[in-house]
């Protein structure tokens, strides 16, 4: 079975700050890595997603995140954050054995400040 | 095309009530997702459906909750009877048919269900 860990309820922090969401997950066998966002009132988003290769991934919006396998890690990062990014952030991993069974931490409440 | 569609938005309802929570998947999508959001346990995948088939119901809470998929474009949560602790808002989300592992989950926009 897997699990994740998001290691943050809640982050606030200045506008134009950097920003890191920390993920760890566990599982028996390899995974696939995804940050959703979750803007109020609304379903998840994709943000970006591991698959394979290369272990720095970029998405949407200016984020990033590095998958470290042998940390069993896959932290978000932004180097600038806006106002427009405060939200819910999701971390989710589904095992590559096969099925979609998509599994989610608890969320991290980004907070941006003015 | 329009997403996945959840209805109602929003649903209040009393102690004891039978309560149904709809969802319309995207044309061409064929695996259907029930998950539910609260604050204590966060995002928790209740059942999942693929081609119609329920694969995996091992998250879903007790009895009072059941899934149905009677067509390939359409799903049905039923709770009976419902209890203040179901409070919470649940999401459907599906997966386009034919797609590889690691694909991308498109989410409704949820229904949020007060149990008074």
């Known amino acids: 079975a897997q699990s994740v860990t998001q290691l943050d309820s809640q982050v606030p922090v200045f506008e134009e700050a950097p920003v890191e969401l920390r993920c760890n997950y566990s599982?028996?066998?390899?995974?696939?890595l995804f940050w959703y966002v979750q803007y109020p009132n609304q379903g998840l988003q994709l943000l970006l997603k591991?698959?394979?290769?290369?272990?720095l991934v970029k998405g949407i919006n200016g984020f990033e995140a590095e998958f470290n396998k042998s940390q069993t890690s896959f932290h978000l990062r932004k180097p600038s954050v806006h106002i427009s990014d405060t939200a819910e952030y999701f971390c989710?991993?589904?095992?590559?054995?096969?099925?979609?069974?998509?599994?989610f931490g608890a969320g991290t409440r980004l907070f941006v400040k003015a | 095309d329009a997403g996945v569609i959840q209805s109602p938005r929003h649903e209040v309802t009393e102690m004891g009530q039978e309560v149904t929570l709809r969802c319309k998947l995207i044309?061409?999508?064929?695996?259907l997702f029930w998950y539910r959001q609260t604050m204590m346990r966060g995002l928790e995948l209740l059942i999942y459906?693929?081609?119609?088939?329920?694969?995996?119901d091992s998250g879903m809470p007790e009895d009072r909750f059941s899934a149905k998929m009677p067509n390939a474009s359409f799903s049905t949560l039923k709770i009976q009877p419902s209890e203040p602790r179901d409070s919470a808002v649940y999401f459907c989300?599906?997966?386009?048919?034919?797609?590889?592992?690691?694909?991308?989950?498109?989410f409704g926009s949820g229904t949020q269900l007060s149990v008074l």
């Open positions: 989710a991993v589904i095992a590559n054995t096969g099925g979609f069974k998509t599994i």
């Open positions: 989300a599906s997966i386009p048919a034919g797609q590889s592992l690691g694909e991308k989950l498109f």
């Open positions: 459906f693929n081609n119609n088939v329920p694969i995996d």
């Open positions: 044309s061409g999508h064929n695996s």
């Open positions: 599982s028996s066998v390899s995974v696939y």
């Open positions: 591991y698959l394979s290769g290369s272990t």
